[in-house]
């Protein structure tokens, strides 16, 4: 496995001077005379030339690396090494010297469409916060580390979905829906797993979009429905009995009034119709007597 390493280089600003230098010292010999390329015939115009290629050879390996860029520098097929601190290098002249971003970068998936643990066919995408940490390894152990981040990302999320349900069926049982942190989590150990190779570094993962498929969306939407209304009323009737039981030891604490059994029922229904009723109640006055 190719791994990054630091490249020889030398400051560019030293070696810019001095080709400027050279550059001009030949350039003003040659047009003041102090070289005469024609009366020098053969050896002449061959130093001339030489000369000039040195020249040029010099002002190739000047080379900028750029704020959050890496230069890698490939010396007839063979890696020489990675540029990462910014500022103007002289290098080898005969190197190639790709671009590297290093920058933090955003991708976001396409809504992939799987089924989750239960088998109900369910949407998610996600976003990956990544940088190339390993120049060497993005660009030789990887055809487009790119293209290689999006598949392998895609091919996490489908694990994860299949992992999890979209809802809990048990108190604190991780599903996609009610633990977006744990499973984002999980999701970033998932996609730098498949990174390793490639020298990325995934520094954050999050669910941008989760539902249930269209086919199914109605069918669950009712189902949520009716079980948010089940713990409404399992909350209410809960609030009205205590409620009630509070009544009747009050009633009893301090001697208001004496109830038999019969009354002590009648009246506990009394105040259920009133608390859980969804409308509101009509009171009756009772002119009578209690048991009238």
Request: charged share 20%; hydrophobic share 45%.
């Amino acid at each position: 496995m190719i791994q990054e390493r630091k490249a020889r280089a030398l400051p560019g600003y030293p070696m810019l001077f001095a080709l400027l230098a050279v550059t001009v010292a030949a350039a003003l010999a040659v047009i003041f005379g102090a070289v005469d390329i024609e009366r020098g015939g053969r050896g002449g115009t061959l130093s001339a030339i030489v000369v000039g290629m040195l020249i040029v050879l010099g002002w190739r390996g000047l080379t900028a690396v750029n704020p959050n860029e890496a230069r890698a520098l490939v010396l007839f097929g063979r890696y020489a090494g990675s540029l990462k601190s910014q500022g103007l290098w002289w290098v080898n002249p005969f190197t190639r010297r790709p671009r590297v971003s290093i920058k933090v970068r955003n991708f976001e998936s396409q809504k992939l469409k799987v089924n989750d643990h239960d088998g109900n066919p369910i949407e998610i995408a996600a976003v990956v916060v990544w940088r190339v940490h390993d120049t060497a390894e993005a660009l030789f152990e990887v055809d487009d580390y790119e293209q290689f981040l999006k598949v392998q990302t895609e091919a996490a999320i489908r694990t994860l979905a299949t992992s999890y349900p979209y809802e809990p069926h048990a108190e604190r049982e991780l599903s996609l829906r009610g633990n977006p942190h744990e499973v984002g989590e999980q999701l970033q150990a998932e996609v730098q797993g498949r990174l390793q190779k490639a020298g990325l570094e995934v520094m954050d993962t999050r669910i941008s979009h989760l539902a249930y498929a269209p086919e199914i969306a109605n069918a669950m939407l009712r189902r949520q429905q009716a079980g948010a209304v089940i713990d409404a009323r399992t909350r209410i009737v809960e609030g009205a009995v205590s409620m009630v039981q509070m009544a009747l030891d009050q009633l009893s604490t301090k001697h208001i009034v004496e109830l038999d059994e019969e009354r002590k029922a009648q009246m506990v229904s009394n105040l259920l119709v009133v608390l859980c009723s969804e409308h509101e109640t009509q009171p009756v006055v009772n002119t009578g007597t209690l048991y009238q």
